[in-house]
Each structure stands twice: as structure tokens, then as C-alpha cells.
């Protein structure tokens, strides 16, 4: 544990009835800084929040908040509060009685408690809205005052669980942005859990991925995506392609592979132990496809391939194609120079293989 961690855990498991749901999890988390666990439905990451929390109790393992022991202190005792996703305001009372009902349980006197109540909805950006009730808000002003409800407490930690679930597309990436300038703002240290990658990779300054109860890789966003550790991460972080073959020889940090149906690429390796005959799978991102003219770069890969459909998204435009028997994604030049591709159209697809990482199969 360091010195400056607002929250830090080693070995947590937490078991149900033969079923282990957190597994031998350890992090830390330097205070003021965004935190999202990641990771996909029934990987353990609720029931990890709850051990944080307080609402369970690890069967191993330690908790410390601010180099406190937390193991068996009541949640209502612990340095921490948690937004869910049905923020669980009360309708009966108005914004500003909503924020102030943790500082009235704390019997914070009426002018401190009013000051305090002012100064929050200034920071979340909604000053003159202490007398409205929450049924006359927006979603996004909701989510506001669930985050100064909690945040007026100063708490050392706040835990966030899917708290952006229940908003629409639109208002969801606004939040996103929002969120993170408002974690900065405060400097309260945030856990989010997600199993929205965008949410994890915009807001974090660290994100774990989980899985069956452990941590794949826990890193900045941008290392996720461009070095992901384990054929998963590689798979969950991002759009990726993944091209299985047999690997037929390594050359430094560069692999040699024969795709299924016989062509030949080559990508960075990304894990030990990899020997010529080995099943390997290619992951390569559609933005580090090229669609090869008469002018490919020399050190490029590539395979031919033939164009399924033009998917149109704004400056998310991509080809779905057909290659080495199986369907791949090329994102599309933002300046329009990718010529015109008609459907059954024959491509030639390339990369440089430093941008591909190749790992052992999965069986």
C-alpha cells in the first residue's frame, strides 16, 4: 500500500456457495484520481463494490481506506459513498433537502448545512435550483444531484455503480464529459464500475478489466488499447479483428503467421512462450487497416480481401469484408481518399505488423 492510496486492497475473495465471485483481487488507487472497474455482466465487479462499500464482507483479504482497516467497519462508519443507477432520490423532498439529508443526519447546523447546500449545486452547475423537485428535472440534472448529494459529504471515496445506465445515448455522452470534469473539480477519489468500454476509456485515469472474478490488466485507457495484455482485453477494449492462424516463425518481436486459408501476415508478438507450430491469434484494429493501393509501404502486411458493405457512421465509417474467410472491419479515411467501393469489390488490406499483437489462441 502506498503512502498517498485513498483505497487499497490485497487479496480480496469473496465466495457463494462454491462459487468464487471475487478472486484474489488486489489494487491500488492514488487519491484524487478516476478509478473504473471494467468488465462484462457476472464478472465480480458488483459484488467487488459492495466488499468496498461496506454492504459485504470479504471471506479473504484486507481493505484499507487511507490506511485504515475497513474489513469490519459498518458501511455507515467508512469513508465512502456510492451513487447507483436509479439514483434513489427522495420525491418528496426538493433538490436542496435531498442534498442536505446527509448533513442533517451528520447534525451539521441549518446555516453550515445551507452553505454547504449553495456551494455544492454551484459546483455541479445547477446554482437556483435548491427548491425544485426532482420529478421537475432532467435526467442529466437528476444525475447531478445524486453526485452533490453525495459529494457535499466529502467523503474519501466515491463509488459510482453504473450510474449513467439509465440515460439516454445522447445524454449519456454529455455526462461522460461532465463526470470527469467534476471528478477533477472536487478531487474525490472515484471507483466506477462499467461494462461500457467508452465510459471506462474517456473518465478513467486507470481502468481494471475484470474477469471470472480477477484483473486481466489494470492500466491508463490509452495502454489498454494499445498494449492490451491478454487475447481478452484485446478483444473487449475497442473494436478489434481477430485472425487465427498457425505461427511459422518469430524474427525479434515479429511473428510470421499462416491465416486459415493460407496467407501469410505478420504482427507484434504480445505474450512468452510462443513456438513455430503454435494456434495464435492476430488482433489488428480497423483504424490500423489500410485499403492498399499501387503505393503500399514496404514494411506492410496485408491479405487480400472482398468488400461485404459501406458502413456509414460520421468518422466512425468502415468496410465490413470478407478475408482469410472470415469478417473483418477497415475504419475509412476521414478525408475521403478511400476510392469508391462497390459491393464484391476485390481489396488488398494492410498494416504494419508493430500495430497487430499476436497471442497464444484461446481455446
Not at 443507477?85 to 451528520?106: C, D, W
Not at 470478407?322 to 478511400?338: F, H, I, K, N
Request: glycine share 10%; aromatic share 6%.
Amino acid at each position: 500500500m502506498t503512502s498517498h492510496s485513498d483505497l487499497s486492497c490485497t487479496g480480496l475473495v469473496r465466495r457463494f456457495s462454491g462459487h468464487t465471485a471475487v478472486d484474489h483481487v488486489s489494487l491500488d488507487v492514488p487519491a484524487g484520481t478516476f478509478f473504473s472497474i471494467l468488465g462484462p455482466s457476472g464478472c465480480g465487479k458488483t459484488t467487488l463494490l459492495r466488499l468496498l462499500a461496506g454492504f459485504d464482507k470479504p471471506d479473504e483479504g484486507d481493505i484499507h481506506i487511507r490506511g485504515q482497516r475497513m474489513n469490519d467497519v459498518p458501511p455507515n462508519h467508512r469513508p465512502v459513498n456510492m451513487v447507483f443507477q436509479h439514483l434513489a432520490l427522495f420525491p418528496t423532498m426538493s433538490v436542496g433537502e435531498n442534498i442536505g439529508y446527509g448533513l442533517k443526519r451528520q447534525k451539521v447546523p441549518a446555516a453550515e448545512r445551507q452553505k454547504r447546500i449553495v456551494q455544492v449545486l454551484e459546483q455541479v452547475g445547477l446554482p437556483d435550483l435548491a427548491g425544485r423537485n426532482p420529478q421537475q428535472l432532467s435526467g442529466g440534472q437528476r444525475q447531478r444531484v445524486a453526485l452533490a448529494r453525495c459529494l457535499v459529504l466529502k467523503p474519501t471515496l466515491l463509488l459510482l455503480d453504473e450510474p449513467l445506465g439509465a440515460l439516454d445515448l445522447k445524454l449519456r455522452e454529455q455526462m461522460k464529459v461532465e463526470l470527469k470534469h467534476l471528478q477533477k473539480a472536487f478531487g474525490t477519489t472515484f471507483v466506477y464500475i462499467t461494462h461500457d468500454q467508452s465510459e471506462a476509456m474517456v473518465m478513467s485515469d486507470q481502468v481494471a478489466v475484470m474477469r471470472n472474478g480477477r484483473f486481466d490488466q489494470v492500466a491508463p485507457p490509452e495502454v489498454l488499447y494499445r498494449q492490451p495484455e491478454t487475447p481478452f482485453v484485446a478483444g473487449f477494449v475497442g473494436d478489434n479483428n481477430r485472425l487465427r492462424g498457425d505461427l511459422v516463425s518469430v524474427e525479434g518481436e515479429l511473428a510470421d503467421i499462416r491465416l486459415d486459408d493460407g496467407s501469410r501476415v505478420r504482427g507484434r508478438i504480445a505474450c512468452e512462450g510462443l513456438e513455430p507450430g503454435s494456434r495464435v491469434d492476430l488482433f489488428v484494429r480497423p483504424e490500423s487497416l489500410v485499403l492498399a493501393g499501387e503505393a503500399i509501404n514496404p514494411g506492410y502486411t496485408g491479405m487480400d480481401a472482398r468488400i461485404r458493405t459501406t458502413l456509414f457512421d460520421g468518422a466512425n465509417s468502415r468496410v465490413e469484408a470478407e478475408a482469410a474467410g472470415q469478417t473483418v472491419y477497415a475504419r475509412l479515411p476521414q478525408d475521403g481518399s478511400a476510392p469508391r467501393l462497390g459491393e464484391n469489390a476485390a481489396v488488398r488490406l494492410a498494416w504494419d505488423p508493430i500495430l497487430a499483437r499476436v497471442f497464444e489462441a484461446a481455446t
